[in-house]
């Protein structure tokens, strides 16, 4: 949703519109190579300055996971990628306030890459401290409708994942744990296609985020296992800065920013563990 101003009027336009999910870490095999399929509740807000609800985008993301790890005696090295797409339901309005129902199509893509400690002190539930780098970018195609333009707007940030993960239970070939993450979005960006302007680009301002895992593990034969992941993810952003919106690259009379936004994503992956 981008929040336009023409001299002191404020217009608005309509909306323009993880983490990986965790599987349970492989301490058997020196390398191994995870994928399996997922499926996300997606959820998204953009709020006003009063905190108002100007629009929110709702639905199920089909999506895929990947992961390559090599190991260690007591470290471990792991990169990950994941992608998730297809289309959500936005309910939102236009730029004169009229109410505005339509689709959104999504695609969300994630490269992350881990290193994992583990502490000797607590053998029995594989405590593990984690550290990672990873890139998100988020791709949102508003879909026009017979009154309003389409809108196009791309995403990306580099974050931060600080953590631990431990597993809670076990029951012969059965395991489960928990996964809790920090994150924090690096230099976070969003690059806007508005219908008769240049693509403008807005610096977002990053807050804190987090996710939150529940892996489950069953050994079967061996070298393979399976993971069942439930988990819950969160992204927030605040208010951008204002920006002039250029034609040809002349300056216009409208002035935009990216609203304060909030992501809260509950998934689920289902997949199979090998040994290389």
Known sequence: YLMFKKSNLHWLLLLSGAMLPTSVYSTSSDAYLNFGIGLQNFGYKEFDTQNVLLDREDGLLP??????????????????????????????????????????????????????????????????????LGYR?????????????????????????????ATLWRRGQWSGGIDVRWLRPVRPNISVNVIGFDEINLDLKPRNSARVSFPFHM???????????????????????????TMEGMPSAFVV????SETNILGITLSVQLAL
Do not use: C
Request: net charge positive; hydrophobic share 35%; no cysteine.
């Open 219 to 245: 050994g079967t034969m061996a070298g393979q296992s399976w993971m069942l992941t439930p988990y819950w993810e969160s992204w927030y952003f605040e208010r951008s800065e204002e920006k002039r919106l």
């Open 257 to 260: 920013s990216e609203p304060r």
């Open 63 to 132: 999506g895929l996971v990947m992961e390559f790890g090599k190991n260690w005696q007591s470290v471990s090295l792991a990169l990950r990628f994941e992608r998730f797409d297809g289309p959500v339901n936005y309910d939102g309005q236009t730029q004169a306030g009229t109410a505005l129902v339509t689709k959104t199509d999504e695609r969300i893509t994630t490269v992350e890459t881990q290193l994992r400690f583990k502490l000797k002190q607590f053998p029995q539930h594989d405590v593990m401290l984690i550290a990672g």
């Open 137 to 165: 970018e988020w791709r949102r195609n508003i879909r026009a409708t017979n009154t309003t333009s389409r809108l196009f707007e791309v995403y990306r940030w580099n974050y931060l994942s600080l953590g631990g993960a």
